[in-house]
């Protein structure tokens, strides 16, 4: 089955510069890759997605990277403010619907 | 829209004992999951729904058992609690269509003494 590792478990970043979130997935017949943001007390929450046909997506300070060929896709945070610290989970899907989630990394930006 | 509830929010449990955690959803979606959360690691699907009356086993389904009536409605039953049960416990759904969101409720903590 798929399996997917998510790199740094920890990193910490001063306000204003980028973070970057690296995951790599294992079955080739995954086709749908989003991310979501969890704070403190809640459940996870999408900030974006990617599908297999795409090799980039932005929304504002967030970009999505896919590399079908290496099997990874990574998150990037530019101008990273306070409120962008939370753990982020990177996740898997084929066509089962089923997501198979990375184990998280937390993220702290320092004022 | 409510979205995705959850109850309880807490609950501590001793070991051999049975509860239900309840999801609601208000979306008509018609995929809802189970999800556990352990301390420091990613979600672990339990247990899915595609519909009223078809559910089915995720990664980690030994201890869990779930139902679906209704499209609102999937509750998660433990029987026998074990401290290995000890989690957070998430409920999601989404509408169905390949890559849709799933939309997450705010989780229930569980403790097994």
């Known amino acids: 089955g798929e399996n997917v590792e998510q790199h740094p478990s920890t990193l910490s970043v001063q306000e204003g510069d980028s973070a970057v979130i690296k995951c790599t997935y294992s079955?080739?017949?995954?086709?749908?890759f989003p991310w979501y943001k969890q704070e403190l007390g809640k459940g996870p929450q999408l900030i974006i997605d990617?599908?297999?046909?795409?090799g980039e997506k932005k929304d504002q300070r967030i970009a999505v990277t896919l590399n079908k060929t290496a099997k990874h896709f990574s998150l990037h945070i530019t101008e990273t403010q306070p409120e962008d610290s939370a753990v982020y989970f990177c996740?898997?899907?084929?066509?089962?619907?089923?997501?198979?989630f990375g184990s998280g990394t937390r993220l702290l930006v320092r004022p | 829209n409510a979205g995705v509830t959850q109850t309880p929010k807490f609950r501590i449990l001793k070991i051999g004992q049975s509860m239900t955690l309840q999801c609601t959803q208000d979306m008509n979606h018609n995929y809802m999951y189970w999800y556990r959360q352990d301390p420091g690691m990613g979600l672990k699907l339990i247990y899915y729904s595609v519909g009223a009356g078809i559910t089915d086993k995720g990664e980690v389904p030994n201890g869990y058992n779930v139902s679906r009536s209704t499209t609102e409605d999937f509750p998660l039953r433990l029987e026998l609690a074990a401290p290995s049960q000890t989690s957070v416990y998430f409920c999601?759904?989404?509408?169905?269509?390949?890559?849709?969101?799933?939309?997450f409720g705010p989780g229930t903590r569980l403790t097994v003494l």
């Open positions: 990617i599908r297999s046909n795409v």
């Open positions: 996740a898997a899907s084929d066509s089962s619907y089923k997501l198979i």
């Open positions: 999601a759904s989404s509408s169905g269509r390949r890559g849709d969101e799933q939309f």
């Open positions: 079955d080739s017949a995954s086709n749908y």
